[in-house]
C-alpha cells in the first residue's frame, strides 16, 4: 500500500512526493525500497503489488524497476484501505486463487529485518493451511496514543502456531492514561497494518462485511489485466466508501488472529519516531543528511538533502528539516501544527 | 572599494560571492548598487570607478553597467585599503589631477540618502578648496566595540566648514568599558572608512608616507589604460605593503579633519547589526526573504533565498541564514564564532 500523502512530516513528505518514496532514514533506500527489501527471500519480486495512486505509479516504478507496470495498481482517488486491498485481492485471486497474502503499508520502519522475515514466514506458514485473518500486534514499548492497540486472549494460542493468538477486541488510539494502563497488561499490542491471509480468505470477508465494496470488483473481473482495467477503475473506485481495513473487517469477523511480534517497528508517524527510530550522534540528535555540524544542541532531528551543508548552533529538541525550497524549524513538541505551517 | 570577502556573514556571504554583490536588505538592490545609487546627483556615472578581486571584475560589470569597464580596476590579489587607494588614485590623477575623490566601501549601509548627499557635497566643497584629509566620523549611537573611533577636538572648528573639525586622535577597536566611557563623550565617532579628498592630497600623502607604495603606481604611469597596465598590476601589485589607508596615512599625517555625520550608517559587520538595520516585525524579527512565516519567534534575523518558503516556530534570538547549499542556524549571542562554523 504505497498511496499515503504524508503530511505530518512536511516539509520532507510533500502531497507531491510523499514519505514513502523518500530516504526518510538517509540510508540510501527509500521507504518503499526498504520495504520491498525486506521481502526478498519471502516473496519473488513478480509476486509484489503495489496499490498507489495515479499521481505515484510512475514514481513506483523508478523506484522499484522490479515490480512489473501491471502489478502497479493506480487508484483514482484515497478511498482509505479497505478498497485499497479489495482491488489487489480480487485481481489476485483472479489468477491465483490459493495465493498467501501479506499487506503492509510502504512507509513503515522494521529495524529487525530477519526477526521480520521469521514472523511472516511463520505468519504465512499458518495461513497457508487456514481461512485465518491474521494481524501483526507490535510489544507496546510506551504508552503512545497515536497507534490503535489490540487486546489478545493469551488463553487461546492457536492450535497450529502457538505464537498466535484469538484477538479479543481492537481499541481505537487511546488517550494517555489509557495507553498507559494498556502497555502495563501484557496482552495489549500495537496494530501494525500488517496483515496476512490467503486471498480467499479476505475476499469471502469483504463480500460478507462490505458486499458493496466487492461488487464493484466482482463487475470488474472480466476486465482485469485488459485494456478497459483502468478506466472502468477510474469510474467505479470513486464510488467505494472510505473505509480502512480495521473498521472494514477487523471489528466485524469473529475469528481475527493476532501474531504479537518484536522486531523494531514504526509506522513513522511523527518526526519524534524519527528522532526516536534514528542512530543518534553522542548528543541525542538524529542527523540525516551528510553534511551536517552540530554545536551545543542536543535531541534534535535534522534531515536534508543530501547536498547541503547545514551548521547548527544552540538547539535543543527542534526539528530542522530542509527540501528543495522549503525549510521548517519548530520544537518537536510542537509537530502535531505541521499542518497548520504547511498550509499556503 | 568593492574587494571585501564578507566573511563574517557566511554563508549568505561567502568568498565567492561576498556581501557587497548580494540584497542583504531584500530591498531589490544589492549592497554595491545601494552604494552607486547613492551618488546619483553628485557623481556621474562615468566618474565612478571601482576597485576590486579580478575574480569579482564580472560581477560589478553585471551589477553595475554604468560602469565602463576600464573604471573597474582589479586587484591581483589582496592588499588592503592603501594599495587599493593608491592605485585608483594614481589613475585618476594622470587623467585629471584636480579631481575631488570620495573614497567609500561598497558594503555598507546609509539608511538617509538625502543626508548623506548632504554631507558628501559638503565635505566635497571643503577638499575642492583645500588641501585637507577628511573623513566622515559616525555619531556613535551605542558602545560598539567592533569600530575604531575618531577624537575630534571640537575647539577648533575648520574656517571654511563649520561642520568640519581637525581629528584630535584615532582609536583602535576599544573594549566595551572604554567604548562605553567615548560614547559618553560627544567629541567621539565610529571611523566609517569613508573619506573625501582631491587627488593631489591622497597621492602627496602616499608619497611622504608609503613611499615603496607610491613608487609602484608612479612606475606603472605610462602603462595606465593601457592593454600592459593589467599585466603589471598583476607582477606589481602584489610587492604592495599589506596595510589599511587608517594605518598608513591617517595615523601618520598632521592635518586630518573629520565631519561628524549622522545619516544612519552601518557597515553591516555582523548579522547583529543587519539585524538592528533592518526594518521588523511586532517581534523584533527582522525577515529577508519572501515567504517566511514565524510562530512564537522573537528577535531573529532570517535571510534566505528569494523563492524559499520557510517556517520558524519557537526562536529566540537566532540567525537563519540560507543560501544556495547552506543553512546556518545560530544564536545571534554566538555570531563571532561564524569563521569557524564556515570552515570545512
Redesign the interface.
Known sequence: MAGGVGSRFW?MSTPDYPKQFIDVLGCGRTLIQLTFDRFKGICPAENVWVVTSEKYAEEVKRQLPEVADDHILREPCRRNTAPCIAYVSWKIKSINPKANMVVTPSDHIVMDVKEFQRVIRSAMQFTNSSDAILTLGMKPTRPETGYGYIEADLSYPSTNNKEIYRVDSFKEKPDLATAERYVKKSSFYWNSGIFVWNVNTIVNALRVYQPSISKVFERLLPYYFSEKEQELINQEFPTCENISIDYAIMEKADEIFVFPADFGWSDLGTWGSLLANSSKDPHGNALIGKNI?M?ESRNCVVH?TQ?????????DG?I?A?KD???????LT?EQ?IKE??AE
Open positions: 516539509p555540524k554545536y536534508t547536498e547541503k551543508k547545514v551548521v547548527i548552533q544552540g538547539l527542534y530542522i530542509e525550497d522549503t525549510l521548517l524549524i519548530c520544537r510542537e501544527r505551517f504547511s
